[in-house]
């Protein structure tokens, strides 16, 4: 099985962490095939960067996705997620979507702790373009980054663990999700000193796209994630404009 | 990994035909130990005999779980699943969430396709509590039962596939669920007939079962679905009244 | 007229207590016949044992419901409660639903006020199918036991009050409901010292069962409360299997 | 028990026919007082009849509430119930309200049954101020007018069957209410007809204003149905403007 | 273009101010024609007198509507908002459902500051009503009167700012509402004051009303806004008489 | 005032429609500056268009905002909306959300009249965005295109006059948007054949522009459409590139 990792913002070295991470948890029988945006913000952490980033998204699987039997787009917030499900003949899996799924199914409540404090109501947005509203029982935009992870691992392990305990003692969530690829591998290390599960965003969204990949026939032919009628374009890759348009 | 497979019904033969399919989906590496309820309806069709499946699993729980690495509770419309995420020292998946999560995945909009005409309301109330419903294009109860798969395999699977795919065209369903044990395997079958991706709700809930068994700290100390205070009971099994109260 | 009145849990002397106070409040017009569950948890407040006091309650149904007129579940939180409605051919009230509706003619939002911490996210839940939640200001698990309302009276109900009074100036709710067979009689007390009508769980429950029972043709005879197809079944009581399949 | 019945129109012939339903209903232990708007619409069939009508109720309960234990506002619709609710010293109920709330008991989701086509979009909007949306399976004003059924009783009373079998058939209601005075005492003539109960919204008004005549300390103290703070007037009816402010 | 704008209170005083005030926003192409109430509370702080207002906002929509092109109800709050929108002839917009609407292009939260505390529950179910609670970051009734205004303008306008900033960094609005004919004149001043975009209901109203009056066909002939049947009265001022029964 | 017009598809002769009419509206108060997309698809009708064109309407905003006092998003569904918004240092209005809110002042229910069946589910999706879900009655996407107007326009008028009665007569709507600029200017001609108001979303979109314009102080200066912290970027026009990192 050959899988299609995006980042879609613009940092190759993050790009190169999310997929040796995403390597060592998919094991020997995934191939994963990672790439970066070619445009776009460096990190992605506004409403313009996100907007920027869906197009980048949509370039980057419109050049890679060939040969790839699913897609994981690896920014916590799945910039342009719908967009990528209807023009990708293979399921496209959001690291975000994914995770509130799963933590669904570990706690009535769940909560995120991410960083970047624009994601708060970006998220609060997006999960209720989910219709899991009634689920979330909050947002803490209080993840080390990963230079203070670099420079004090263990100060940073403890602080991400405060922030996870608050979710659960203070919001009553009954899971917790590390929200973003730069968390990917801390939730085993918390987890212990958090009363509830924890979720690793990476794990939860790449073992959704496995899952997707393994549906036999999972390419909507009716409904508003089909492919939709060819529409010709200007000014974007090549790649880009045969996948809007197949005549290109 | 094992994994412990309740059947909530009574009826040993479902619970074999189940156990057999989902060890062919699971693979080798998963040993699948099925169990049926000792006591309630043969099959569950009505809001009595759900809920007295409810306490059925509980007590198949207590009496098996023991070695388990997780728990599917394969019953379309998941009796008691709340109270046996409480009480279970190990995860527990209810087949119908994890399905309506993985569909949540494949389209805006999902249906389901079941039988037995009382699920229909009792499951609007499921997805709503799951906070769903506005995922949910409808609920069509049209499933053909294993009497009539085997009297004429062909038509049944026609029966099945008009059923999905009017799901799709009337309803706008983008992800069709096939609900029910009997129905696994036949998403593959008529997934070709059907024009937006089948999800078969046993794989479904085997997927995410094994997630869930893949988690290392997955039992909340904290919040509705951590263990509650022990409590004296009379009447119960001994299994069971031990679960309620360890000292028992 | 005569009631049947459900005490779900195992534990006779709060049966007796419930049933003293029901026939204190009905008067003489109205026979409260009282039973336990005759197997289950000895108090409810998890929800383990609420699932099983579903089973345990439709069980009492079965046995004690001939000649009577209506039924009252009487355990707040009222397990297994639309499960008796299909079943009975009487009309069965639930005390938690009765209170929540009679609370929203006092007030825009109202208040519960019960014991048992776990009843909190229970009730949320509850209040949510009954479709009330933008109704609810909160739910305080202050209440104190029938233990310490008998160590200390006057304690006892200066706490409940004070639990009470901040309800409706915290929480901002019009009306508080004394949740719970054990609060019954209280609310006459306290009520003087809180700022908003309180309502007692089983005065309100009594009130709805009677006008219940006076409803000439109360048996839906379609949709999810008509009864059931029957249902072979095993292991349960001969009067519940009987319910279930009157052939049996 | 004195009660207080306000039929906010300005038709002193249909208080008279209520009046006597309501007496009949109501036995002889309660006395009924039954007054009507002193200004407005004949009948209201309107928003602006309803905004007017409210004004009106207010302006009869000033006028006679004096020595009643409890109000019932007698309009399928509660034209100025809240604002009943904040200035009277006695409970306040709707018939519309306590309507549904008794339905709701009864069936997963109620119908309305009653006359004038414009009481659709006003009740859709009443019932989505109670919260109870969720709830409704539908409003049909198919309901004969009481010259009809004057002229042709049996004919109407087929007709009304039909209309709540409908409701039961094709919108899913278990509960069906018959909503307005005018209808008062039919539930029971059609209810053998009709596959689920039908609900009298006099007899629920009644039931409902009687318990809450029965609660100790029924007067909020504080939140928005408290009494307001004294505000001068002008142009009302003595009793009315003494009502806003008593120093007047 | 003539505006005719409605103060449903009965302080004439107010009504002068706030068409002075509109005056000045709405530009010499816009002539205002200004009433009061005839009836009905000195000011407007319960649901009485709104419900009177209501009453008496038709009772001058009769009397002065006559050549008018659009009608701006100048009561924060909208008493009779939709009955007015149902019998008149012109455009009706409310103050309060302008202001919402138009914050909702300004912030994905905002609050309103008003004052009169008991306005705080009447226009969180006014919100409710509009469908836009989902917006709504939060209502402070902590506005100065006019004769705060009047005695120490500085600190009226320094405790305003002060109440919007709470707003922006408490709440979390994204724009503040300054709610009420009161307050008109007073975004611009506070606004360097404030964090974020403040809204004057008044000239939310007037740009609102002044925009309805430009669309060429606005009277609806079908639907719940649309002329009711004529129905008699008694009563009512003449106006409002012939309002409901032109044959009157 | 200079208002920018943002037409982020990439048909110049469309721009160049859409900015005379807006010019025609406007009046000569009001300077319009119109731009199109500088890449992307020639017309938007689907997910991926939609993305790029959010990305291109950014594009667009930072080339040309400078010296205007509002911007118009003028593609009814407004791509990027929320990325405008935060990024832009003056008002952006969309078009469809200003429609929206609008119609919400004619009608409890509105319907929405479009081309391009792929927008039924992305207004869907936008309008509960906005949180307006409970006033939609009804999405059609039956107008016709700028060429069947051109070649028999008395036959497309009659066709668009006729899905208008249907969203009144079937679905209930009191307001019908045109949305779509090439619809602009068509409302007046088909109001006379509609039985309710119906609304031009350009004009609507120009109207609340221009309001926002006249806001004195509309820039936020925190939450979630204040700009956000400086971005460095690649691939980008240096014009966006320097909105991101003003240091760029």
């Known amino acids: 099985m050959r899988l299609l990792l995006i980042n879609p913002n613009t940092t190759e070295s993050i790009t190169d962490l999310v997929a040796a991470r995403a390597r060592a ?44 039997d699913a897609v994981l787009l690896a920014c916590f917030g ?29 706690g009535r ?23 899991l509203s009634s689920r979330l029982a909050g947002i803490r935009t209080v993840a080390p980054t990963g230079a203070e992870i670099a420079a004090d691992p263990e100060r940073a392990m403890a602080l991400l663990a405060e922030g996870c305990r608050v979710c659960a003692e203070e919001d009553g969530a009954e899971a917790v999700i590390l929200g973003g690829a730069g968390l990917a591998g801390l939730a085993d290390r918390i987890g212990p000193d958090v009363p509830v599960p924890v979720i690793c965003s990476l ?11 393994g549906l036999q026939r999972s390419k909507a032919m009716s409904g ?23 005549s290109f």
Do not use: N
Request: aromatic residues 4%; negative net charge.
């Open 25 to 68: 948890l998919a094991g020997p029988d995934v191939e994963v095939r990672a790439v970066s945006g070619r445009f776009g913000a460096r990190y992605i952490a506004s409403r313009a960067a996100a907007a920027i980033a869906g197009h980048a998204a949509l370039d980057a699987l419109a050049a890679h996705h060939d040969g790839c």
């Open 109 to 131: 409540q769940f909560s995120i702790v991410t960083g970047g404090e624009r994601w708060d109501p970006m998220l609060h947005e997006f999960v209720a373009g989910l219709g």
């Open 203 to 213: 794990e939860a969204g790449l073992r959704a796209t496995v899952a997707a990949a």
């Open 78 to 106: 799945d910039p342009g997620l719908m967009a990528l499900k209807e023009v990708s003949p293979v399921p496209v899996v959001g690291m975000a979507e994914a995770s509130c799924h799963l933590a669904c199914l570990f």
């Open 224 to 246: 508003s994630l089909a492919r939709s009628s060819p529409v010709a374009s200007t000014g974007l890759s090549d790649e880009l404009a045969r996948m809007l348009d197949p």
